[in-house]
């Protein structure tokens, strides 16, 4: 028998359990002993019933992900799943943590499922670009029904115990000692008597289907996924469960996996799965973390308010401090309308919104931060303002606190070189709205103790963020590709693009929408703002808000909006005064294509992407796809910008920037030398 997977015999119930840390994922080692103790078991008639459990802290999690794109080792789990079909005596699967992927799908080859009320079950596969392929896109409807299955599939969000259970997914769910609970569950099923019958012959719930009103479902679903296989193939499969018979769809199935499989979106998928772990894995992520019980916040503004509520669903203690009693009154009553919108939504419950404002307290005084073991400060994006501001903090912070600045842009090196404690500051770069946005940049400045990073990447997880560490820039990893991104906007609109038509190569490409659309959402009197500041000109973006058209947020900017609405449309005032400006340039328009666009856009994001990487300022190359894909809508079937620059050709990409360098002289083209190395070589590193 392996170390992998244990039988046990208790009372004629054979337990099976899988031991493979740390998801009991179903990778070659767990498979071949599994179907071999299975077999034994199937004609063993000591055995009167079989129970399939996991130890650790979860059923099995899925397929071993780090097996894809290698040639399959049999037995396979389909054929393991077969093979469990083929036993007479009653089969259990006993849940506990997550079943997921593959780990329900080898469940739902069970005559049997019981569960802990609390585990979650579902088929995420959707969200590695695949779907389950294991028979669950014909099995799960058998027992849920077709409307919930295709629901389940598409998103990819699991279910728990106890919702299982009330769909028919799972038979009983327990409290308390799962497996001696499963075993007498199917003890008293092997005494009841059979015939016990495979999910695979169970029609009763797909009967119930009406598949007008699927298709109609599936329309709906199929609307939001913006360019992304899987999806569409989830539905299609799941439609084959109901319209043909279970061999020939999960014939098609298979067919369907292998198409996906071998696809590149789900290879970016699946690297960004890893990439986002990989992220996590700091220098020093296993030293003694700080305690971290209270949080202090200072600044009740957007993002200050953003910030707290983020710890708060965390569960935190906070302590918001604002400059007045008025200030802080508004903060504490933009968190409480929040809150009270999610309510609304049925997001949150009346219970929990109350559970969360309860942790807030609310303050005008530093003193009342001495208690606060991180404190973050999210003022004015001045470094004036921003010093003044850790010098108090460095005057009232109990020692071993952790300081901690929201700067988008600013030094934090120079920040912390302002107070005695430079070892205890970092930055940690939330995006709004920062109660709902996953990444988190978290900025190492050149002296911050590897145990205070440690402490707050560790933080971040707990709170739902991404976490990602990047050094000091201006802009650190995702503003400063930002600007990269957008330095060519304002050419091609004179050179003869208009904005919907760039906004277009961009949604096109999977963007949720396009730079000037994007604009108009944030407001053009931000970045108007910010060049200002820094003595910068756009000739048309500074005219717009001249003109104060600074977006959605005054009806016009880039585009219009009627009243109310949110749809851009496209203005005529804005494409006059565009060929105005490019006449006063001696700028004579003419047709420019999506493909020179994404060339004069997404290459240079790239090439930021490659220069950032040869500084340091991200440790690797998929940390920026981290960051891209949860901080700035980069389409993830695209795998961030890196991975895509490594599907487009790092050749292709040198050519390109070159023919732009030389045809405009602009530095944005320069090829980063890294970037050249990889064109010739292959590799990042040297
Ligand atoms: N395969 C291989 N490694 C996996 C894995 C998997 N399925 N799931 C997790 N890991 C690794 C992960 O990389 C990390 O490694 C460690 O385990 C802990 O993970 C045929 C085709 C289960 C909710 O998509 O959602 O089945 O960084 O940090 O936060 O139809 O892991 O420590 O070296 O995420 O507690 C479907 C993916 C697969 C589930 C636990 N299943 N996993 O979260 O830990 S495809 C999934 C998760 C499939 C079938 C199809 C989460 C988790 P390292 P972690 P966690």
Not at 324 to 348: C, D, F, P, T
Request: net charge neutral; charged share 25%; with cysteine.
């Amino acid at each position: 028998m392996s170390s992998f997977v244990s039988v046990a015999n208790a009372n004629g119930v054979a337990a099976v359990t899988i031991d493979n840390p740390p998801v009991n994922a179903l990778s070659f080692h767990v498979r071949k002993p599994l179907y071999e103790a299975l077999i034994a078991l199937r004609d063993d008639p000591a055995a009167k019933a079989i129970v399939i459990a996991c130890a650790g802290r979860t059923f099995v999690a899925g397929a071993d992900i780090t097996e894809f794109g290698k040639p399959v080792e049999q037995p396979e789990l389909r054929a393991i799943i077969a093979l469990l079909e083929t036993i007479a005596k009653p089969t259990v699967a006993a849940i506990h943590g997550t079943a997921l992927g593959g780990g329900l799908e080898l469940a739902l080859g069970c005559h049997f499922r019981v569960a802990d009320r609390g585990a979650k079950l579902g088929l995420p596969e959707v969200k590695l670009g695949l779907l389950p392929g294991g028979g669950g896109t014909v099995r799960l409807p058998r027992l849920v029904g077709a409307a919930k299955a295709l629901g389940m599939i598409v998103s990819g969000t699991p279910i728990s115990g106890g919702e299982a259970k009330a769909a028919g997914l799972v038979d009983e769910t327990f409290d308390g000692d799962l497996l001696a609970n499963a075993v007498r569950f199917a003890s008293e099923m092997a005494d009841r008597g059979g015939p016990f019958v495979p999910v695979r012959d169970r029609n009763e719930r797909l009967a119930e289907t009406v598949l007008a009103a699927f298709d109609a479902q599936a329309v709906d679903l199929a609307k939001k996924t913006r360019g992304l296989e899987a999806p569409l193939a989830c539905a299609d499969a799941v439609r084959n469960a109901i319209t043909l018979p279970f061999d020939e769809a999960l014939a098609a199935e298979r067919q369907l996996f292998a198409k996906l499989v071998s696809g590149d979106q789900s290879r970016a998928q699946r690297h960004l799965f890893f990439a986002e772990r990989e992220a996590a894995k700091v220098p020093g992520k296993d030293l003694q973390k700080r305690r971290i019980e209270r949080v202090g916040i200072v600044g009740a503004g957007t993002m200050g308010g953003g910030i707290a509520m983020a710890f708060a669903n965390g569960g935190f203690p906070v302590t918001l401090l604002e400059t007045s009693e008025e200030a802080l009154q508004r903060g504490l009553a933009m968190i409480e309308k929040n809150y009270a919108v999610s309510v609304s939504r049925g997001s949150l419950t009346e219970a929990a919104k109350q559970q969360r404002l309860g942790l807030f307290k609310g303050s005008a005084d530093y003193g009342d931060l001495a208690d606060c073991d991180l404190i973050i400060e999210a003022v004015f994006e001045d470094m004036a303002v921003k010093k003044e501001v850790f010098g108090k903090l460095d005057a009232v912070a109990k020692p071993g606190a952790i300081l901690a600045t929201n700067t988008s842009y600013l030094d934090v090196d120079a920040i912390a070189a302002s107070i005695s404690r430079p070892q205890d500051v970092l930055g940690m770069h939330f995006f709004s709205p920062a109660n709902v946005m996953k990444l988190l940049e978290i900025v190492r400045a050149g002296k911050t103790a590897p145990d205070a990073l440690a402490t707050v990447t560790d933080l971040a997880r707990r709170i739902g963020k991404v976490a990602v560490v990047v050094g000091v820039c201006h802009g650190f990893v995702g503003n400063r590709m930002l600007s990269a991104r957008g330095a060519e906007n304002e050419a091609l609109l004179l050179e003869g693009a208009t904005p919907a038509q760039v906004d277009k190569a961009f949604s096109d490409f999977g963007w949720p929408m396009g730079p000037f659309q994007m604009g108009d959402l944030a407001g053009l009197d931000i970045g108007w703002r910010n060049r200002k500041a820094r003595g910068q000109t756009a000739v048309i973006a500074d005219t717009l808000c001249e003109q104060g058209r600074f977006g959605q947020k005054t009806g016009r900017g880039w585009y219009r909006y009627e009243s109310g609405s949110r749809e851009p449309v496209a203005d005529p005032e804005v494409d006059a005064l565009i060929r105005a400006k490019a006449a006063e340039l001696g700028i004579a328009p003419r047709a420019i294509g999506a493909g020179e666009i994404i060339e004069r856009t997404l290459y240079p994001l790239v090439n930021e992407g490659a220069k950032i990487l040869e500084e340091g300022i991200a440790a690797r190359a998929s940390d920026i796809d981290v960051v891209w894909v949860n901080g700035y809508g980069f389409p993830i079937g695209k795998g961030g910008p890196m991975f895509w620059g490594g599907l487009e050709g790092a050749a292709r990409i040198v050519e390109r920037l070159e023919h732009w360098h030389h045809s405009t002289g602009r530095a944005i083209f320069e090829p980063a030398p890294v970037l050249r190395r990889l064109a010739e070589t292959g590799r990042w590193e040297g």
